[in-house]
């Protein structure tokens, strides 16, 4: 099951508080302005900031 559209509409960057969008993998939230990735697991985003990884 991927995440629900309204979910990733609701849903911010936990750092810059900026919009994140579904990675081209669909295994993560990437924020292109702080250029991190936060992971999904079991379906659930991980909107920690420790859990992101960057993104090149």
Do not use: F, H, Q
Not at 25 to 49: F, Q, S
Request: net charge neutral; glycine share 4%.
């Amino acid at each position: 099951m991927a995440v629900d559209k309204e979910l990733l509409d609701i849903l911010a960057c936990p750092k810059c508080k900026g919009a994140v969008k579904l990675s081209a993998a669909k295994d993560g939230l990437v924020c292109e302005k702080c250029r991190i990735m936060y992971p999904i697991k079991d379906d659930i985003p991980v909107m920690l900031i420790d859990e992101a990884t960057p993104v090149k």
